[in-house]
């Protein structure tokens, strides 16, 4: 069967066409040769010149992408590799309907392949052990290294093999004592051939066709907070204006802060401001003073009246939230937190969000 070519924009990509099979065999090497042999475990090539060799093109977007982000350089001065195939990169482009490698790249950065990176040269199979053992990649994250135990059958005899597995730790490492309920679950990606060193001292392992590679770039989140007092009245809508770091939010959203404020002033769907609610869910059901926010004391959007504690209004000139308390909601001493989110759509489809938390103490 002859190898496919996908169109990636303007560049494209090549996925091989044999795929190798995996389980028992995907302890072996011999899907990574370059002479028509069994691969050994060493090879006089650097670690990029291995990767573009393959006989089976199982690299070739890799390699694009290494090319565009710089990191030739870097992937041969790693001390250990775990190589995405082309496989494994279609399958993140077609979950996340990217469909094209100029899509991708605006959707990573480096660290998309600075997180299979390592300085230690000793994370293969035989250094593994069935229990977590954790690292920090070139991409600053905590990842962790393991050996799975499986069997087979032969003749009568039953035999246990093990696969390697990169551990891509989701907030905290999966069974760590005091773990909050909420953790996510970490990602174990298998390996399908471990262990090749090249002549620039790279263990090259090379990770499971379907691994679930996730998009390491650049945040799609910013969380500010402020603490803000207003004093309590029983008559008086007292106030008090909150100072927004216009700068770093509008750096964040590629925007300039007037930019941000007439979006939302003329209703345009581009940038949005909310209020975020208890359950998560976003609101911009203005009840105050446009752009505004009547809110109750759990931090839910309600109406002027009797269950009002406090009120928001941004302003866009100069960039401010004005925090009020409805007269005699609440007492001295009193706290609330509410958290106003503005969502920005890139040119590039990107929801970016910038979260406010604002916490506010009655005196």
């Known amino acids: 069967m002859k190898s496919k070519i996908y169109k990636a924009g303007i560049t494209p990509f090549l996925l091989g066409a044999v795929i190798i099979g995996l389980g028992f065999a995907s302890c072996k090497k011999d899907g990574y040769r370059t002479d028509g042999g069994l691969a050994k475990?060493?090879?006089?090539?650097?670690?990029?010149?291995?990767?573009?060799?393959?006989?089976?093109?199982?690299?070739?977007t890799l390699l694009l992408i290494v090319d565009h982000f710089n990191l030739k350089d870097s992937l041969n001065k790693s001390g250990t590799f775990?190589?995405?195939?082309?496989?494994?990169?279609?399958?993140?482009?077609?979950?996340n309907s990217i469909t094209s490698l100029n899509a991708l790249y605006k959707r990573i950065n480096t660290k998309f392949l600075t997180q299979y990176m390592f300085s230690d040269t000793g994370l293969t199979l035989n250094g593994a052990t069935?229990?977590?053992?954790?690292?920090?990649?070139?991409?600053?994250?905590?990842?962790?290294?393991?050996?799975?135990?499986g069997t087979y059958g032969v003749a009568n005899s039953v035999l246990t093999y093990y696969t390697l597995e990169y551990v891509k730790i989701n907030g905290v490492l999966d069974g760590s004592a005091g773990a909050p309920s909420n953790d996510p679950t970490d990602l174990k990606l298998k390996c399908q051939t471990t262990g090749i060193k090249t002549a620039t001292g790279t263990n090259l392992n090379v990770l499971d066709n379907a691994s679930?590679?996730?998009?390491?770039?650049?945040p799609t989140s910013l969380s500010l907070s402020y603490s803000v007092n207003v004093t309590q009245s029983a008559t008086d809508y007292n106030s008090t204006d909150v100072q927004l770091d216009s700068a770093k939010i509008a750096s964040f959203l590629g925007l300039t802060a007037a930019q941000i404020g007439?979006?939302?002033q003329n209703g345009s769907t581009n940038v949005l401001y909310y209020e975020m609610a208890t359950d998560s869910t976003l609101s911009n059901n203005y009840t105050a003073d446009f752009p505004g926010f009547w809110l109750d004391n759990q931090g839910n959007v309600t109406t002027w009246g009797t269950n009002s504690y406090m009120w928001i209004d941004l302003n866009t000139t100069p960039f401010t939230l004005t925090v009020g308390q409805y007269p005699g909601g609440g007492s001295v001493g009193d706290k609330y937190t509410y958290v106003q989110v503005f969502v920005y759509t890139n040119p590039d489809g990107v929801k970016l969000k910038v979260y406010i938390t604002i916490n506010v103490t009655l005196i």
């Open 41 to 60: 475990a060493t090879t006089t090539q650097t670690t990029y010149d291995y990767l573009a060799g393959n006989a089976y093109h199982y690299f070739d």
């Open 82 to 95: 775990f190589a995405p195939t082309d496989y494994a990169i279609h399958l993140l482009m077609t979950t």
């Open 130 to 149: 069935t229990a977590v053992q954790t690292y920090t990649s070139w991409a600053g994250d905590t990842a962790g290294l393991t050996k799975l135990a």
């Open 212 to 218: 679930t590679l996730n998009l390491h770039g650049a």
């Open 262 to 264: 007439d979006s939302i």
